[in-house]
């Protein structure tokens, strides 16, 4: 039975627990949200007083959430505009990842080039026949706005226009948008016109990812340089005011360990 004594004891040693522990804020890249989930699951099991809070709203908010102290750490998967860049702000390359074309698993096309892909997105090429395949119309799919991978996607393929020195997209505008590698990868499983592109360590069974200049997206291909669709993933925070949990997780996130994770879920490491 427990005494007046006891249960006093455990009450503060409970409180005092609950006080120690503190929550890191992470937001940003969806594409990055997902290898990020993971090295926080991992290392919350070992930093029992530390709880990470990941959230996937896209590498433009991350950016602004660090510089407006909203979120300790920030996550983009782009490297940051001229305008964004912040002297206070210190960024972490964390991981290298591959943009894949996707398009549903019956599809016959296996490769599209530069040109048709910068086509199919200008709306130029509207058919798939037009590629090599079925006599069907092309319904393509894109990022949103805020989205790291649309920046670096656009950016490499040549969907981009000069307005008033502003780099702006320069796409179809009756392109589908949609907020996530999720959403994506759920409209192109389960239509047969669709075309899109999502980060290359979201790619599973569900879609089928096309080869691009006749190279297949796969690690080794993006290790060696093969494969050229490629981007970082990038971490953020404020020199000055980061927290020391949060600087703690990034330090693990650069670590061995945390790049073997990274390795682990299709990524290609920063110690490589």
Request: proline residues 3%.
């Amino acid at each position: 039975m427990l005494t007046r004594a006891t249960l006093c004891a455990l009450i503060a040693s409970w409180t005092l627990s609950v006080q120690a522990s503190e929550t890191v804020t992470i937001t940003g890249s969806t594409s990055a949200s997902h290898i990020v989930e993971v090295l926080a699951e991992t290392y919350s099991t070992e930093h029992k007083d530390t709880q990470i809070d990941v959230q996937g709203i896209g590498s433009s908010a991350g950016i602004t959430a660090v510089k407006r102290n909203v979120a300790d750490l920030g996550m983009s998967s782009r490297y940051l505009k001229p305008e964004e860049i912040n002297p206070d702000i210190i960024t972490v390359t964390i991981a290298h990842d591959g943009i894949a074309l996707v398009v549903h698993k019956d599809n016959p096309v296996s490769n599209l080039t530069r040109n048709q892909v910068e086509k199919i997105y200008h709306g130029e090429i509207t058919n798939w026949k037009e590629v090599g395949g079925p006599d069907l119309k092309i319904a393509v799919v894109s990022r949103e706005n805020a989205s790291g991978s649309r920046f670096s996607f656009e950016e490499f393929i040549g969907l981009t226009q000069q307005i008033e020195g502003q780099t702006v997209s320069d796409i179809n505008p009756q392109v589908l948008v949609v907020n996530t590698n999720g959403t994506v990868k759920s409209l192109v499983s389960r239509n047969k016109h669709a075309v899109g592109y999502v980060s290359l360590g979201s790619v599973d069974d569900s879609i089928k990812a096309l080869d691009f200049e006749g190279v297949s997206p796969t690690l080794e291909n993006l290790e060696s340089g093969k494969y050229q669709i490629s981007r970082p993933f990038l971490m953020l925070y404020k020199e000055r005011k980061v927290k020391k949990s949060a600087k703690q997780f990034v330090d693990y996130v650069t670590s061995q360990q945390g790049q073997r994770l990274i390795e682990e879920r299709g990524y290609v490491s920063v110690l490589n």
